[in-house]
């Protein structure tokens, strides 16, 4: 080869460069990778940097960007290239981090406990209680063990002499585990030679320590001689960090739950599932603490737990980290650590921390407006949430605002020492062979454990997005690495990944599913069949509006009727439309309805509403989805705003809800292939069964409600309803005359063998209702009734009916003759029946309210 990488690799410019040391030379522990990559060709390369993006892209792995516009599905971001650690290095360094995570700690126990800091004057007065941080209702809280920081991580980065510094410190919900490991996965596979070869250090140890951590510290853990239950707590599927949320429930064996899920009964804890509710001994948290209890903490708060607080006072529960732990990651403590060291653990600070200067205090004020260039000006307390300021990059009139700001309120700002961020080597993916520099840091994490703080080996390296960039952000274009920490010794093969599966350990069925992640497989099902048959409807009305020229006929305005009656259609303009009863609006303004039918999401009963709703179960419950299954929901709401952003015409919106019926129908493919038949499944259909059969009900109920005229008029009118009920294939194949009132009723109310018939839906929900009544027990509704009753008895009422009252020659205009109207009274029935039903099972298996939520498990 004519030249390796490093004769275009850019110089350090005074950053300490990972991989190469002074003068050049690459560094002894890079040495192996450096040649193997030196010598791999374009297309190993090519091929590697594919199998990275496939892999991100096939485990579903995101961070989501608020504002962004991929919204969810911003895909993560990882360079192949690992920074590479020594032994001997990474033993001080994770000395220096179980240190200061035990610092944090002690200083947590101190300022919610006796305060000792505060009154000897190691920390000011006004640097806590200013802090927003500070929980006051959680004074006096005591912790199992006094250990407060359960899962601690550390920014750090390093000086251009070699050393590393603390940048900030994560105690609240520290975030990037689960990247770790992940990264870990993917880059181990690229390299697989290397990483064995050098002995890099397993993360699997690190997070048995974990496991074992909490169920430790868990109040009454064992009790009854059953594992306590832990669950990890998320704010909730639009979380930044929410598929590391859900990838380190699976890996731990966590249930992931959010804070409805869980809920406080005397004390104590209890998740929602769908055999009752079961005691939570302890809960690993993902969200901020004023977040996690509406009662004491921060009252508007939807995601946290109502009385969780309590609880934890009474010592019924463990919160890890404890409540009112983000204190401590006020910038401006670092500047008191190393005197609070000196006290509480009598021993120096291992690790410094970037020079630190609390602008509270009167000289830290007076330096930091002499060295202002010198210095980076950040908020002292999370409420105060702006980008850092480096002083070199004021002049004139913006310094001399800054300085009246620090001036004005100094309390609130804390100014950094400059720091040069070390340099590391990532791959361009713009050039087949390049390496690139690029700003570095690490996040290294530590657990608490009976025997003190144990570190992860290896952590969360990020680069920049660019050469020249002062902060590593990765909401700024910035992207992550694998940290490899190699092993002078024999390196660990424990994992938590079972090496085989014995006939003892074999799982089925879905009874550990959660009450939200039911309620919602039981809601997707419903806004399924309820964009599929609102899509119908719409199709049903525009085909006639198209096909009569835009003059609306007789069965266009029963249909028109219908559609009103249900709320599936917005108001009429009365400034646009003509008020006589026929034509029922101009042309123009019938087609404008329709559309906004279609397309506006501010119409509650639209199909634009509908896919909203629908995208919204489905990203609740996406861990349980396909892959395929989610891509054609996203596809469908996709689809749907490219057109309306098209501005369609009535043709043009015809073509999109053909599509969209094409959509439903793989929807409900993907339900009855692709689905699990387990609990969750049968409450997904249900859900299904329950909205057609209440959709079908009511359409047919207010058809035959209409006057015997309007039903009667041409045989149109009985065609757009064989067509609403998608049975117009099934009638032609039975019936070669045109349709007819008594075998459509027939077909489309008491046919169970016709799957878009009522009776059949009614059967169907029955059949599923009493599994499940069977399967997890209490198959009573509040009543003390199964929940069949009802629709046992009007499926009855309906088996009765008697045909013969609707022949034509008997029915006619049905003047004298109310088989219309009785049967209309039935199945208006059946439509309330329906909603009740589903308020019950609510009750019942969802929320766990009233005289149905008697059954609890403690473990």
């Not at 996203?634 to 015409?649: G, V, W």
Request: hydrophobic share 40%; glycine share 8%.
């Amino acid at each position: 080869m004519a030249r390796t990488l490093l004769s275009i690799y850019p110089d350090s410019a005074g950053r300490y460069d990972e991989m190469l040391a002074a003068g050049g030379a690459v560094r002894p522990h890079w040495q192996a990778f450096f040649s193997h990559l030196d010598a791999a060709s374009p297309e190993q390369m090519r091929a590697r940097l594919a199998f990275v993006q496939r892999r991100i892209q096939e485990n579903g792995v995101t961070y989501n960007v608020y504002a962004d516009p991929k919204g969810t599905d911003r895909p993560w971001e990882l360079d192949p290239l690992p920074l590479i650690i020594p032994a001997d290095e990474w033993r001080q360094l994770a000395a220096a981090v179980a240190q200061r995570a035990t610092l944090l700690n002690a200083v947590l126990a101190d300022l919610y406990g006796p305060q000792d800091l505060l009154a000897s004057g190691l920390l000011p007065p006004a640097l806590v209680y200013g802090h927003g941080g500070f929980l006051w209702p959680c004074r006096q809280v005591r912790q199992p063990g006094d250990t407060f920081l359960h899962f601690y991580a550390v920014d750090l980065a390093r000086s251009p002499d070699g050393r590393w510094w603390a940048i900030a410190d994560r105690t609240q919900a520290p975030s990037g585990a689960g990247y770790s490991l992940e990264n870990r996965l993917i880059v181990s596979r690229v390299f697989p030679d290397l990483f064995r070869d050098l002995k890099v250090e397993h993360l699997a140890g690190f997070f048995r320590s974990v496991q074992e951590s909490l169920a430790h510290y868990a109040p009454d853990s064992g009790e009854g001689g059953e594992p306590p239950l832990i669950v990890l707590l998320t704010p909730g599927p639009y979380n930044e960090t929410y598929f590391e949320h859900a990838y380190l429930a699976r890996y731990l064996g966590f249930p992931l739950v959010e804070g409805p899920d869980l809920t406080v009964r005397g004390e104590t804890v209890f998740l929602k599932t769908l055999t009752g509710l079961k005691r939570v001994h302890a809960i690993l948290r993902r969200q901020d603490d004023d977040f996690c209890d509406p009662l004491e903490l921060r009252g508007d708060s939807a995601l946290g737990v109502p009385g969780l607080l309590q609880a934890v006072r009474a010592g019924r529960v463990l919160v890890a980290n404890a409540l009112g732990s983000g204190v401590v990651e006020s910038g401006a403590l670092p500047g008191f650590l190393p005197a609070i060291c000196e006290r509480l653990l009598g021993e120096p600070l291992q690790m410094p921390s970037v020079a630190t200067w609390w602008c509270g205090e009167a000289p830290a004020l007076k330096y930091t407006s002499e060295h202002l260039d010198q210095l980076v000006i950040k908020a002292a307390f999370p409420g105060r949430r702006f980008d850092p300021i480096f002083g070199a990059d004021l002049k004139g009139a913006q310094r001399e605002q800054l300085l009246a700001r620090l001036q004005a309120e100094p309390q609130a700002y804390v100014a950094q020492e400059l720091v040069q961020l070390s340099q590391a080597p990532t791959w361009s993916r713009s050039h087949e062979r390049r390496l690139l520099a690029r700003p570095a840091g690490l996040r290294v994490y530590a657990v608490a454990t009976p025997q003190g703080y144990r570190v992860m080996p290896g952590g969360l390296a990020r680069v920049a997005g660019g050469a020249g960039a002062r902060v590593i952000s990765m909401q700024r274009g910035g992207a992550s690495k694998d940290a490899w920490v190699l092993s002078d010794e024999p390196v660990s093969t424990f994992s938590l990944l079972k090496p085989s599966i014995g006939a003892r350990d074999v799982v089925r069925g879905g009874r550990s599913l959660s009450s939200r992640v039911v309620e919602n497989l039981f809601w997707l099902g419903r806004y399924s069949e309820r964009c599929d048959h609102t899509s119908r409807f719409l199709r049903v009305a525009l085909t006639r509006l198209i096909d009569a020229g835009g003059e609306p006929g007789p069965e266009l305005f029963a249909a028109l009727a219908v559609g009103e009656a249900m709320g599936l259609l917005p108001p009429r303009d009365e400034a646009g439309e003509q008020a006589a009863a026929r034509p029922p609006a101009l042309p123009p303004t019938l087609a404008e309805r329709l559309t906004r039918a279609v397309f506006d999401d501010a119409w509650d009963t639209g199909l634009a509403a509908g896919l909203k709703r629908l995208q919204w179960s489905a990203t609740q419950v996406r861990e349980r989805l396909s892959m395929d299954h989610w891509h054609a929901i996203n596809r469908l709401n996709h689809d749907m705003q490219a057109s309306k952003e098209s501005r369609p015409e009535p043709g043009e919106t015809l073509a999109c809800l053909d599509q969209a019926l094409l959509s439903c129908a793989s929807l409900a493919g993907f339900t009855m292939d692709n689905m699990t038949r387990d609990d969750g499944w049968r409450f997904h259909v249900v859900g299904r069964r329950l909205e057609r059969l209440h959709f079908l009900a009511s359409a047919i109920a207010g058809f035959l409600a209409l006057e015997g005229k309007d039903r009667s008029q041409g045989q149109g009118g009985l065609e757009w309803l064989l067509e609403l009920a998608d049975s117009t294939i099934t009638y032609r194949s039975r019936y070669l005359s045109q349709p007819e009132l008594l075998p459509v009723i027939d077909l489309l109310v008491l046919d169970e063998d016709n799957p878009h018939s009522v009776a059949f839906q009614a059967q169907v929900v029955g059949r599923y209702l009493g599994r499940l009544q069977q399967s997890l027990g209490g198959g009573a509704g509040e009543a003390g009734a199964p929940f069949t009753d009802d629709l046992e008895l009007l499926l009855a009422r309906l088996r009765s009916v008697d045909l013969s009252r609707f022949q034509g020659d008997v029915c006619g205009d049905c003047i004298g003759c109310n088989a219309c109207e009785d049967l209309a009274a039935v199945l208006w029935a059946l439509a309330a029946a329906v909603r009740e039903l589903s308020d019950r099972l609510a009750m019942r298996y969802f929320t766990h309210v009233g005289d149905v939520s008697h059954q609890t498990v403690a473990a």
